[in-house]
């Protein structure tokens, strides 16, 4: 596995490149704009930043969520505390569980410079019936 060198690492893990473009904002398919929006602040506790006309703004740690009819359908993965924990409470509040808790990746190595050793994923589909990937850490 080979490893970029300018690639540098804040002190929650996250890669960054000096000068490099960073990720800002990503849009996702919503067909009913309310129903997104209480979704993904109500249900799954994200801050609302602002709606103007057809479009919601969510804050995803500091990178725009953009729900909009107009856009394409997106496949997210959003990092969680307590994966298990999460996905049974989603499951109480109604939400279709698509694929439970597993282990994707066991990081020996450090190259993705968390203080975390196994990621696990699980697979939920939003009030719109987009799939979305919650991500959880473990040592």
């Known amino acids: 596995m080979t490893r970029d ?7 929650r893990g996250a890669m960054s490149g000096a000068g490099e473009p960073m990720l800002v904002q990503v849009a ?6 309310d129903r997104a929006a209480a979704f993904y602040t109500g249900t799954l506790g994200l801050p609302l930043i602002a709606r103007f006309g057809p479009l ?17 359908p997106a496949l997210l993965y959003l990092r969680v505390d307590g994966l298990d924990q999460r996905v049974a409470d989603l499951r109480e509040a109604g939400v279709e569980i698509v694929a439970e808790p597993h282990d994707i990746f066991t990081d020996t190595d450090g190259v993705f410079g968390g203080r975390w050793q196994v990621e696990s994923q699980a ?17």
Do not use: C, M, P
């Open 56 to 72: 919601v703004f969510v804050d995803l740690g500091g990178t725009r969520l953009l729900l909009e009819e107009a856009a394409a």
């Open 5 to 11: 060198k300018r690639v540098t690492r804040d002190e």
């Open 123 to 139: 697979f939920i589909r939003d009030s719109e019936g987009n799939l979305l990937g919650l991500v959880g850490h473990r040592s």
């Open 28 to 33: 996702q398919h919503a067909d009913d704009l």
